[in-house]
């Protein structure tokens, strides 16, 4: 039994300390600071000190010192709670026996350096005890060889202690060496064009190795991406790791309860290295068969840190060494080489991502561009085939051959018009009609239509939420949304039959689940799905799918403007849209849309009353000659006097010369010369109360609020409907006083 004193000034620590030493058989006496310990070693001599580094009123090196120059060979065993390699050096240094540093295994490792001590101390003083009988013995020798002994004991002694410290800065400047190699070489690993993540995380584990002397080992890194559209807690871990030990490779993955990833959110919480003694499970996901058949051996871990986001992590085991603090800082300077080599690998796939997205965005502005031209010239030409369609039906209204043609007509020309619709949407160059609705109604009835025109072999399933909550869209455009992507799932399951599932349900984004749909913030949204169990596609196709004139279906069979077209919508109403889709495996698309807080308007029942007339004069004004006459024909059927012109500068003399004359002006927008909204102005300047209607084929040069904020009564789209233009010129003229 030996007397031991604790100097410790945490009462827990020390009474821990004390709880243990009694077990293993010793007395123990505890001081909570330096002056209460110099106190005790004024009555009590102990036969062994512990030492805290740290005490409230003194320096533990200095009480050290203080005690050393009372007795000299007194052993001190120094606990410090934040080892390094420099304070060990010191403590050593200054002549402790041993040093320990405060962890979780400190109290076991605490009685074997307590025994190993007790136990040097004891050869010691029997050494000296013999030393003492032999110089009795000898005296006479000693007092003639005495000067000569002590000078070549003194010479031995700083010889071996120049020799130990030789051999000690030989193996630090050759650990350092080594390092300095490493680094040199991930250095140039870093600097060539082409960055081989996966071949630098090889070759900082094989010096992570050789360096540390480790058995086993492995790099892990976390990829957000790969984490995308899995629950938190398992995209933690799931980059697949490699484990070396000796020749034997073993690949694994983290089981279904995500055990690597608890145990690292648990340690790694600080993102800080650590060391270990349990295999199983700080090793973060060393396999259990690796650790259980092997002695309990210490593990390093240190994290891969990019600024303050958690990367990875380097993993260090060998059941047959303990790790030093200077292993720990030659993995930690690989760990921050690593980093960077992870921080360029992204950044450049990140500046590759944005590239690709300028060049979509620039091809989209250019289509854009073309596609305005387009629809201008083409509903020029339809608004002259529907219009003289719509004459022919009036003209041959009893005769049901006749009237059935001119239908077709009209259907097509219907058609063509919802092509430059799409068109316009795709580019997000048409107006929207937003009100706030339940969508609900809208889904079902698109489901309905469905059902009446696909096969039998296809099921629908809708699992619509009645009340879903308010979203501020165009119902007819969500409806245009719907069949498309219901058609385009019915196209893939046509040969083999299907499911086709429908879901409308409110969902709340949180700020983690918005980062993976970069186009929304967090927030409540309506959320619209549509997925099949047809034939799916591959990545490349899906990465292409929403490109215009992209199509998957032979030709004849589809424009490739249908999913561009969905595209352009759901962004046009400020939502995103996501897809999933894997060969054989079907495919799954998500529309995200924004909820808002608003009361739903009332269905306004369907008016069928006659078309209405009048007897005003009207001053009708297009470039398009056809355009002039066929709306001059129409206006004349509903009882107008009609003034038509070409030119939009002898439509402004006209007027000029007798500003009284016209009830009404009807003026196309693009013409040469003057546009409609210029050839507005000077007449609402002449005439300040004179109303003015605008029609248009492209509505990006003027909307429907700038006419309104510049006086212009009524803006409308070609190709024109007789009944949207005699409703819309008797509600310009019968609304009392100016705009």
Known sequence: MASILIVEDSKVMATEEAYHLWNAGHSVEIAHSGEEALAKLGKNVPDLILLDYQLPDMDGLELFRTIRDRNPDMPVIMITGQGSEKLAARIFKEGARDYLVKSDHLLKDLIHSVEQVLREERIRRELMSKDEALRLAHASLEMRVGERTSELAAINAQLRREIAERERTEDLLKKELAVNEAMARLAHDLMTPKLDVGAIAQTVLEK????????????????????????RDEGYCCHRCHIFKGLRETEFQDGPEGGCAESLKKRLKGRTA?????????????PAGDGQDAPPGKILVVPIMIGEEWAGKIVLADPGRDYMDRDLAAVQRLAELYSLALHRHRTTVKNAMLEAQLQQAQKMEAIGTLAGGIAHDFNNILSAITGYAQLMRMEFKGEERASHKLDQILRASDRAGDLVRQILTFTRRTELHPQVVNIAPVVKEALKLLRATLPTTIEIQPHIDPDPGAVLVDPTQIHQVLMNLCGNAAHAMRDAGGTLVVRLEETELDPDEAERIPELPAGRYQRLSVSDTGHGMDRETMNRIFEPFFTTKPQGEGTGMGLAVVHGIIQGHGGAIQVNSRPGQGTYFNVFLPLVQGRLPEVQPVDSAPLPRGREHVL???????????????????????????????????????PDRFDLIITDQTMPGMTGVELAREIMRLRPETPVMICTGYSASISAREAEAMGIRRLLMKPLVVRKIAESIREVLDSAGPA
């Open 208 to 231: 992570a190795k050789a360096l540390t002397d480790s058995a086993a080992g492995f790099v892990a890194v976390f990829e957000p991406e790969q984490g995308r559209g899995k629950p």
């Open 620 to 658: 009708l004004v297009d470039d398009e000659s056809s355009l002039v006459d066929v709306g001059r024909q129409m206006l004349e059927r509903l009882g107008y006097t009609v003034t038509g012109r070409t030119s939009s500068r002898e439509a402004l003399e006209l007027f000029a010369a007798d």
């Open 274 to 286: 650590f060391f270990s003694n349990d295999p199983g499970e700080e090793g973060g996901g060393l």
